[in-house]
């Protein structure tokens, strides 16, 4: 029995979030559908993360078990020619048993966009969040800083995370302007359930100046999600990457840039 791990790129607009349901479409039930026709066999996909529905991946990381004897360019080749249009894997790697997509991760990187212009988007509607009012990117960026290290993330985690603790360790956090494009970048260990999210729409109230400096420190301390900010939208939220021990030998996350061109780019964040 082989174990292999794949990145995986899509595009989460037409999708009802990553895991399974049954009842709705998702990535994960249209990749064991390809994988199962290149394998000739049912396949079990667990991934690094759940994002939710209309969030994108520049780098999801997955893996699968399989009897089945393929070369590793069988599986992202064969995988993306039978996967839809919006998913693609962009590499395979055998991995050794004990290789686990969630457990084994290091690290979690994710990016959030906004297109901040007066007129509404066209091209950019579903893969970027729209806000119509100037933002002050660096006093953002400055706010963010207050949530780096290990703290209880109470006051931005949602009513319905399952997660045993709200206590991550943020690795990261920068927000960066390019033209009309402003980006948050946020990586911790893991993620509580819509946390990315509402840590966005609690940073874009200091952005446009309807909070103080120093308030999302206090929101933080307060761990009470009812004083925080409202949840931003999901279409401006992208998987960025995974990292893991370097034995793994898998491809490193990709770096996030400030401005993603369309068509581009633990726990559901």
Not at 123 to 141: C, V, Y
Request: hydrophobic residues 40%; contains cysteine.
């Amino acid at each position: 029995m082989a174990r292999i791990a794949l990145g995986l790129e899509y595009d989460g607009g037409a999708f009802h979030g990553w895991q399974e349901q049954g009842h709705a479409r998702s990535v994960q039930g249209e990749l064991e559908r390809a994988l199962a026709d290149v394998a000739g066999h049912p396949v079990a996909l667990t991934g690094a993360g759940r994002t939710d529905a209309g969030v994108h991946a520049l780098l999801q990381v997955a893996h699968f078990d399989t009897d089945a004897d393929r070369p590793e360019h069988a599986w992202s080749l064969g995988g993306t020619a039978v996967a839809p249009e919006d998913v693609t894997v962009l590499w395979a790697r055998a991995v050794p048993s004990d290789f686990h997509a969630r457990h084994s991760a290091i690290s979690r990187t994710y990016v959030y966009r906004i297109l901040n212009r007066r007129m509404r988007p066209a091209l950019e509607r579903t893969r970027a969040a729209w806000m119509r009012r100037p933002l002050d990117a660096d006093r953002m960026h400055l706010e963010l800083q207050a949530l780096l290290g290990e703290h209880d993330f109470s006051a931005f985690r949602a009513s319905a995370c399952q997660s045993r603790t709200p206590k991550r360790r943020l690795e990261q956090a920068c927000v960066v302007r390019s033209g009309e494009i402003v980006s948050v970048t946020l990586r911790a260990n893991a993620f509580l359930h819509h946390m990315v999210r509402n840590v966005v729409g609690s940073l874009l109230l200091v952005g446009v100046g309807d909070r103080p400096a120093g308030w999302l420190a206090d929101v933080l301390a307060g761990r009470d999600r009812a004083i925080a900010g409202p949840t931003a939208p999901p279409q401006g939220l992208y998987f960025a990457g995974v990292d893991y021990d370097p034995r793994y030998g898998l491809p490193s996350s990709p770096q996030p840039s400030g401005r993603l061109a369309p068509g581009d780019e633990g726990g559901r964040a």
